[in-house]
């Protein structure tokens, strides 16, 4: 008796362990987990170069699939994730951010938005990413903030977002940033201006 217990103990064990770790893996436990995962991280913009290619492992494309993520291979598109600011506090609504970058090593890149789950915030501002034709060439800058600023700066809406991460996608990549990815990106800085309530 003592010996069925042990085995099914184990058992049961096991099939926990199992379970948790690949749906931990695959990025579906616990819920709300980002798409920043991978082993590129420039300068706190993550991403896997796998992701999109026949060398995904499982647990990638789950988690690809889980994200909703319409991803095409490093060759086409290079996905990159952020979800804290420079001084590495999570990215809130309740905080104004200022997003400010130069050129990218990309035939074209767009930065864009997402909450909860990954999923775009529910709101209506039509004001979710910044792309490569708003930005213009040279030295760009935009305002993360749940209201649109004042002053017509550029402007990502992040109202209704809770917390909150950026996706920055870079459409035909140079060869320079697939070699090199942190030779080749100065990835785009996020500093914070302000919260609500100080904090």
Request: with cysteine.
């Amino acid at each position: 008796m003592w010996r069925m217990a042990t085995y099914v103990g184990a058992i049961l064990a096991g099939s926990a362990l199992g379970l948790g770790s690949a749906l931990w893996l695959a990025g579906l436990w616990p819920e709300g987990r980002s798409l920043a995962f991978g082993n590129v991280d420039v300068g706190g913009w993550r991403s896997d170069f796998a992701i999109g290619s026949k060398a995904a492992d499982p647990y990638t494309r789950a988690r690809v699939a889980r994200h909703g993520l319409l991803a095409l291979a490093k060759t086409e598109a290079v996905y990159l994730t952020r979800t804290t600011d420079d001084a590495g506090a999570p990215l809130r609504e309740a905080c104004t951010y200022r997003l400010s970058g130069g050129a990218m090593p990309a035939g074209w890149w767009s930065v864009t938005l997402y909450g909860a789950g990954s999923m775009l915030p529910a709101n209506t501002d039509e004001a979710l990413s910044l792309d490569a034709e708003q930005a213009g060439t040279g030295a760009w800058s935009a305002v993360i903030a749940p209201a649109r600023p004042a002053d017509g700066t550029a402007w990502i809406s992040s109202r209704a977002a809770g917390n909150f991460d950026l996706t920055l996608r870079l459409y035909m990549p140079t060869p320079a940033l697939l070699a090199d990815p942190n030779a080749a990106l100065t990835p785009p800085r996020i500093a914070r201006m302000s919260c609500e309530g100080g904090a």
